[in-house]
């Protein structure tokens, strides 16, 4: 069992910055590949970024690439999501997600995912 959550959230102006952070409760967070997924009030459920295991292959939703960066830390149990250049259409509820297998962590197939943190862009 995996219990993940999620820190960092917050309203912020347009172009400003945000960090948050996830942390996980796993006996073996290594183990795992981890992922962001965020989701707007009305909208569905939108891919972020996910990082394998040992923190060696990330991937971006192509709308994010260059703004937004998730690196992970295995000896702190935690994952993080760097957003840079923060837009309006950027708020939403941001959600972490585990899983052992990372197509499935790709495919919205994940096994374990925290409550989420709100990101507020104000204009």
């Known amino acids: 069992q995996v219990h993940l959550v999620e820190s960092g959230g917050g309203l912020v102006q347009a172009g400003g910055s945000l960090r948050l952070s996830c942390a996980a409760s796993a006996p073996t967070f290594s183990g795992y590949h981890m992922g962001w997924f965020r989701q707007a009030p009305g909208q569905e459920r939108e891919f972020v970024a996910a990082i394998d295991w040992s923190g060696g292959n990330t991937d971006y939703a192509d709308s994010l690439k260059g703004r937004f960066t998730i690196s992970r830390d295995n000896a702190k149990n935690t994952v993080y999501l760097q957003m840079t250049s923060l837009k309006v259409e950027d708020t939403a509820v941001y959600s972490c997600?585990?899983?052992?297998?990372?197509?499935?962590?790709?495919?919205?197939?994940?096994?374990?995912w925290g409550q989420g943190t709100q990101v507020t862009v104000s204009s």
């Open positions: 997600a585990a899983d052992q297998s990372y197509r499935k962590l790709l495919r919205f197939e994940y096994d374990f």
